[in-house]
C-alpha cells in the first residue's frame, strides 16, 4: 500500500514537474516578455475618464506567454535559442513603437497610423525621428520598454559570457554551495515545482471562464468577411479586448486587408461611371451632414427647449422646409456613409462598393465638388470606427475621382469647417457659375459628437444649465444632458451661418445627420447608442429617426418654383437617407444609368411603400409603439 501510495506520488510529482518545466526551460523570455506586455497593457490607457486596463491582461498574457514556453520546449534544444531571438526581435520592436506611437499620438497602433507609415519614406521617417526622439521620449513610458529590453540583452550577456571575473568567482560560490546542500536543495526544488505548478492550475482555472470568453470574442474579430463587419463586432458589449500590441499590429494588418479589398472594387468601377447629360438644375447644391442629433433634442420638431431657434426663424420665414419622417439606415456613422454616398440602397444586390459613388456623378457631371469634413481625414489618432468610415474617402485614387477640393486638418469646433469652406471653396463659386456649371459642397460636422461638453466652446456658448434639468436625473446625467443641447444650439449656429453664405446666391441646402442619439430624454437612464439591442420602437425614435430639412434661398425659389412645391409636398413623406443620392441626382439633372425615381422623394413616381430597413435587420414602417409612454407624442414640427 505503501509502495504504491509513494509510486503515485512520484507520478503526480513528475506530471506536475511538466507544468513548470516550459518555464524553467525559458525563464528569461517569460519573466521579460511578461514584465514588458504586462507593463504597457497598464499604461496604453486613453486619458479618458471610465477608461481602465482590461482586467484579465495578466492572466491572459501570462497564459499566451506560457504557450509559446510550451511550444519551444517540445521543439529540438538546438532551434530554441534561435526561435527566442525571433520573437524578442518581433516583440520588442513592436511594444516599443506602440508605446511611443501612444506617448506621442494618444493611440497605440492602429489602422490608420499602419497606412500613415507605409506611405512614409526613408527621407521623411529621417525627419521623423529626429523630430521626435528626445529626452522627454526617454523619460516618458517609452523609457521604461527600452528599460526591459536592455535588462534582457545584459541578462543574455552575463549568461552567455563567462569570462568575467566576478562571474567566475560567483559562479565557483554557487556550485560549492550546492555541493553542500544538495539534499536540502533537491527538496526545496521540488517543493517549489510543485507549487509553481499548482499556483499555474489555480491561475489559469480560475479566470478560464472570461479568458475564453475574450479569445472566442477575438475568433470572431478575426473571422469576419468585411471591415464593415469588423467595425460592428467592435460595437458588441463583448468584444474583443485587444491587450498587447502584437494583436494590435494584426489586427491592423488584417483591417487594412479588408479594407482594400472593397476599396479595389470601387477603384475598378471608376472607369465604369457614366453620366448621359447633366442640367445643372441647381447651380449650388450644399449638403450638410451633423453627427449624432436626436430629433427629439430640436426645438424644431417640438422640443421644449430654445436649442435651434435659427433654424425656426428659417422655418418660419417659409423656405426652411423640416421633414417628419425620416430615418437613417444605420446608426453607426461609417456604415451611414458608405449608404449615403454610394448609390446602393439597402436590399440591392452585391455590395455598397459595387456601386458608384454619387460625387464621382457629380464630378463627371461637371459639377464642381467639394468636401469638408471635421472627422474623416487621416491622422495618427485615429481609432478603428473612424477608419472604417474614411478609408475610401481618404483613398488617393477615390479622392481625386470624388472631389476636387479637400480640406486638410480637423479642428476643435465646427466653426473651422465655415473657415475652410471660405478659403477653399467660396471664392470658386464665381468662377464656376460664370462657366454654367454647379457646385456642390459636402460639409461634415462633428456635430454633437461624443464627448458633447467638448463640441462648443464652453466660455462663451454655454446656453443651458444643469439645474434647468429635472432632478429625477442625477447631477451628472443632468450635466451631460445641458452639455448635449448646448452642443445642438452650437450645431443650429453653425448649420445657419451656412445658409447665410448661400443666401444671396441660387442655392439649396440639405441638412441630415448621420444617426440620432439617445440622451436621458423623458428621463430615461440611456446615453448613446446601444449597438447590440434589439431595435425596438422607442430605440428607432431615439438613435435612427433623424432631423432632415431642405432650405432655399429667395433667388433659388423664385428660379425654380416647380421643386420648392415638389419639397412642401415631400415634407411627410416616409424617406430614408440611403437614397439621399438619387434626390440629389434630382436636383443637379444629373441623368445616368443610375437613376431610379421610385427612390426620389420628389418624384411623382416615389414609391411611399418601400420597406426601410435599419440596421440591415428590421423595416422601420413595421415598429409599433410598446404599450410603454409613447415619448414621441408632445412632438411636432414647428411651422
Not at 449650388?284 to 427629439?296: H, K, M, P, Q, Y
Not at 444586390?349 to 457629380?362: M, V
Request: with cysteine; charged share 25%; aromatic share 12%.
Amino acid at each position: 500500500m505503501n509502495k504504491r501510495f509513494l509510486n503515485i506520488q512520484i507520478t503526480a510529482y513528475k506530471a506536475l514537474s511538466l507544468i513548470t518545466k516550459p518555464i524553467e526551460r525559458n525563464g528569461a523570455l517569460m519573466v521579460f516578455l511578461f514584465t514588458l506586455l504586462y507593463i504597457c497593457s497598464q499604461l496604453e490607457i486613453p486619458d479618458i475618464k471610465g477608461y481602465k486596463p482590461y482586467t484579465y491582461a495578466g492572466v491572459e498574457i501570462f497564459t499566451d506567454l506560457y504557450i509559446i514556453c510550451v511550444i519551444l520546449t517540445l521543439l529540438p534544444k538546438k532551434a530554441r535559442p534561435w526561435l527566442r531571438a525571433m520573437l524578442y526581435l518581433i516583440i520588442y520592436p513592436i511594444v516599443i513603437v506602440d508605446m511611443f506611437c501612444f506617448v506621442k499620438f494618444d493611440s497605440t497602433i492602429s489602422p490608420t497610423m499602419l497606412l500613415l507609415l507605409s506611405e512614409t519614406n526613408a527621407n521623411e521617417a529621417t525627419e521623423f525621428f529626429e523630430s521626435y526622439l528626445s529626452a522627454d521620449v526617454l523619460m516618458s513610458p517609452v523609457g521604461l520598454t527600452l528599460l526591459v529590453a536592455l535588462l534582457h540583452i545584459l541578462w543574455n550577456v552575463l549568461k552567455r559570457h563567462h569570462s568575467f571575473k566576478w562571474t567566475k568567482t560567483v559562479r565557483k560560490k554557487l556550485s560549492a554551495f550546492a555541493d553542500k546542500h544538495a539534499f536540502a536543495l533537491k527538496i526545496y526544488g521540488g517543493a517549489c515545482r510543485v507549487f509553481g505548478a499548482l499556483m499555474i492550475i489555480y491561475y489559469i482555472v480560475a479566470n478560464f471562464e472570461p479568458m475564453m470568453a475574450n479569445k472566442t470574442a477575438m475568433h470572431r474579430l478575426f473571422t469576419r468577411d468585411t471591415i464593415g463587419e469588423v467595425e460592428h463586432e467592435l460595437t458588441r458589449r463583448d468584444k474583443a479586448q485587444l491587450y498587447s500590441a502584437p494583436q494590435r499590429l494584426v489586427f491592423s494588418i488584417y483591417s487594412n486587408e479588408l479594407a482594400s479589398v472593397q476599396v479595389e472594387r470601387l477603384i475598378s468601377g471608376i472607369n465604369d461611371v457614366k453620366v448621359d447629360s447633366c442640367s445643372f438644375r441647381s447651380p449650388n447644391i450644399v449638403l450638410i451632414i451633423g453627427e449624432s442629433c436626436n430629433r427629439r433634442h430640436f426645438q424644431l420638431y417640438g422640443y421644449g427647449k430654445p436649442t435651434t431657434p435659427l433654424q425656426v426663424k428659417l422655418a418660419k420665414q417659409g423656405r426652411l422646409i423640416p421633414f417628419s419622417d425620416v430615418v437613417s439606415p444605420w446608426n453607426l456613422t461609417s456604415f451611414v456613409f458608405k449608404h449615403i454616398l454610394s448609390l446602393y440602397a439597402v436590399g440591392d444586390k452585391g455590395e455598397w462598393c459595387d456601386y458608384p459613388l454619387f460625387p464621382e456623378l457629380f464630378r463627371k457631371a461637371g459639377y464642381q465638388v467639394a468636401f469638408i469634413t471635421n472627422q474623416f481625414l487621416p491622422q495618427a489618432g485615429e481609432q478603428v470606427y473612424d477608419f472604417s468610415g474614411g478609408f475610401f474617402l481618404n483613398n488617393p485614387k477615390l479622392s481625386a475621382a470624388q472631389f476636387d477640393i479637400r480640406n486638410a486638418s480637423l479642428h476643435r469646433f465646427d466653426d473651422g469647417v465655415l473657415a475652410d469652406y471660405d478659403s477653399l471653396v467660396a471664392k470658386t463659386h464665381d468662377k464656376i457659375e460664370a462657366e454654367g456649371r454647379g457646385t456642390l459642397t459636402i460639409l461634415h460636422l462633428k456635430g454633437q459628437h461624443t464627448l458633447y461638453g467638448e463640441r462648443y466652446p464652453l466660455k462663451t456658448r454655454r446656453k443651458f444649465r444643469y439645474k434647468e434639468y429635472t432632478d429625477k436625473l442625477s447631477k451628472r446625467h443632468r450635466f451631460i444632458q445641458a452639455d448635449y443641447d448646448n452642443a445642438t444650439a452650437y450645431n443650429d449656429s453653425i448649420v445657419h451661418q451656412v445658409t447665410e453664405r448661400f443666401k444671396d446666391r441660387d442655392a439649396i441646402v440639405i441638412y441630415m445627420p448621420d444617426h440620432g442619439e439617445e440622451c436621458y430624454l423623458n428621463d430615461k437612464p440611456i446615453l448613446g447608442r446601444n449597438h447590440s439591442a434589439q431595435v425596438t420602437y422607442d430605440l428607432a425614435q431615439e438613435e435612427f429617426h433623424i432631423p432632415f430639412w431642405i432650405w432655399c434661398s429667395k433667388k433659388y425659389v423664385k428660379a425654380h418654383p416647380g421643386i420648392f412645391r415638389q419639397i412642401r409636398q415631400a415634407k411627410d413623406k416616409p424617406f430614408i437617407t440611403d437614397n439621399i443620392s438619387q434626390l440629389l441626382l434630382y436636383l443637379a439633372g444629373i441623368d445616368c444609368p443610375w437613376n431610379r425615381p421610385s427612390a426620389n422623394p420628389l418624384s411623382d413616381d416615389y414609391d411611399e411603400k418601400r420597406p426601410r430597413v435599419i440596421k440591415n435587420t428590421v423595416d422601420y414602417n413595421t415598429l409599433k409603439p410598446s404599450k410603454e409612454p409613447n415619448y414621441d407624442r408632445d412632438f411636432k414640427i414647428v411651422k
